[in-house]
């Protein structure tokens, strides 16, 4: 991918005064098709570009009037403070995105964020596998590109599971920062054949796993490194209504009891995770 500091020329002004210290107005600076309903957008917001971490999330605003009501989650992929810009990365899936995928370079936008817990990496860590299921990898090439910069000689694999090779993307960003990448697609046309828990047992000699995806995905690779002596931590997603913490809507079941996906995650300790109840 290229230096973006060239890229991101919409929107150079001061972007406008930030609402509160989570509300902000910004503009899109970046929006392209990178595969089929797969968008990235880049949006001016130097304070968000400044202060997220990899696994929080930004809660977009897509629409002034009613439909969609609520606001989107999406995770941030990754930061240029230099520019001002934080991107994201997502699929068109319904009313919201199909929204988001029509706005273009120099639109408005309004988030609040970073909201979230990031991934937490102890320093002692020095072989990290990364396994991101379909968008899920989102907040890990944040915390591959991340960790490159700020922990030299840090190992990194990256596990990219996808349903075929048009859902495989950015591999070649991925490829400059972990020494081994690999795809693995449900119908085999790129990389191995099958699905990512399906090769867990090669992760072992990891210091650490974080992972990102679907439930019935978490749930296979809790299962299978369940008495690994070493910690398995994945970004949750779930349904969101404020983004903050107070209307309850985006509870997950934990050893501890009820916790909010949107304040004590999207990160959290795999292991402390009851999958078993439908989020
Ligand atoms: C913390 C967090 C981070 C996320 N990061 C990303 C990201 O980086 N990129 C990305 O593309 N998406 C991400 N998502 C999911 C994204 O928020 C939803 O895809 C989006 O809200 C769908 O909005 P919509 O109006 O287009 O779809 P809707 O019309 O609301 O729903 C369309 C379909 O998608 C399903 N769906 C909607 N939201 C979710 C969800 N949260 N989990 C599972 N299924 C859902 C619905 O069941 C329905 O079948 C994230 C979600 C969370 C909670
Ligand atoms: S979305 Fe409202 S508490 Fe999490």
Same mark, same amino acid.
């Given at each position: 991918m290229t230096d973006r500091a060239t890229t991101h020329a919409i929107g150079m002004e001061a972007a406008t005064p930030p609402l509160s210290n989570r509300h902000f107005r910004g503009q899109v600076v970046e929006a392209e098709e990178i595969a089929p309903r797969i968008w990235v957008h880049g949006y001016r917001l130097p304070e968000v570009a400044r202060r997220a971490q990899p696994g929080q999330f930004?809660? %977009?605003? @897509?629409?002034?009037?009613?439909?969609? %009501? @609520?606001?989107?989650?999406?995770?941030? @992929?990754?930061?240029?403070p230099g520019d001002g810009v934080a991107r994201i990365l997502f699929k068109v899936v319904g009313t919201g995105t199909q929204i988001l995928a029509g706005k273009r370079p120099g639109d408005d936008i309004?988030? %609040?964020a970073p909201l979230g817990s990031a991934f937490q990496v102890p320093e002692n860590v020095r072989r990290l596998t990364l396994a991101g299921g379909g968008i899920g990898m989102v907040p890990l090439y944040f915390l591959a590109k991340e960790l490159t910069a700020a922990r030299p000689g840090i190992e990194l694999d990256y596990w990219f599971g996808a349903r075929s090779a048009e859902e495989v993307y950015l591999l070649e960003d991925l490829r400059q920062w972990c020494k081994r990448v690999e795809a693995v697609t449900e119908d085999g046309s790129a990389g191995r054949k099958g699905r990512l828990p399906d090769y867990a047992q090669e992760w072992r000699g990891a210091d650490?796993?974080?992972?990102c995806g679907p439930i019935p995905m978490l749930r296979a690779i809790q299962a299978t490194t369940a008495d690994w002596p070493v910690p398995v931590h994945a970004a949750l997603e779930s349904f969101m209504g404020c983004g903050l913490g107070a209307c309850l809507g985006?509870? %997950?079941?934990?050893?501890?009891?009820?916790e909010r996906v949107c304040t004590e995650g999207p990160v959290f300790d795999l292991r402390r995770l009851n999958l078993e109840v439908p989020a």
């Open positions: 930004v809660h %977009l605003r @897509l629409n002034d009037g009613t439909a969609p %009501l @609520l606001r989107r989650p999406f995770s941030v @992929l990754d930061v240029y309004d988030v %609040l650490m796993i974080a992972t985006c509870v %997950l079941d934990t050893v501890d009891g009820f």
